[in-house]
């Protein structure tokens, strides 16, 4: 069974910075598809950022320049990916998501974590 556990999130005023992370243990999913996406009040789940095929990064227009998606090697089978999130807005308040690939091409999701931007 694929976990997803994702921390981080948090208030935080307009103009500042968070840091979230992601752990994905167990089952089987690429690693190299790991990524965040996120949930507005209202609107559909969109990307920010992923790693996709070859090492690449796919990073939203809304929050380029301003997030940075990284990863740490597998550790003890756990595979960490990070986005670090500056200049932060109030459109930015979001429930982030982490998510990665499986095998055969499914989703999988994490719980989400609350990023509130304050004006």
């Known amino acids: 069974q694929v976990q997803l556990v994702e921390s981080g999130g948090g208030l935080v005023q307009a103009g500042g910075s968070l840091r979230l992370s992601c752990a994905a243990s167990?089952?089987?999913?690429?690693?190299?598809?790991m990524g965040w996406y996120r949930q507005a009040p209202g609107k559909q789940r969109e990307l920010v950022a992923r790693?996709?095929?070859?090492?690449?990064?796919?990073?939203?227009d809304s929050v380029k320049g301003r997030v940075t998606i990284s990863r740490d090697n597998a550790k003890n089978t756990v595979y960490t990916v990070y986005l670090q999130m500056n200049s932060l807005k109030s459109e930015d308040t979001a429930i982030y998501y982490c998510n990665v690939l499986g095998v055969h091409g499914n989703d999988y999701w994490g719980p989400g974590t609350q990023v509130t931007v304050s004006s």
């Open positions: 790693f996709t095929t070859g090492g690449r990064t796919n990073v939203a």
């Open positions: 167990g089952g089987v999913f690429r690693a190299d598809t």
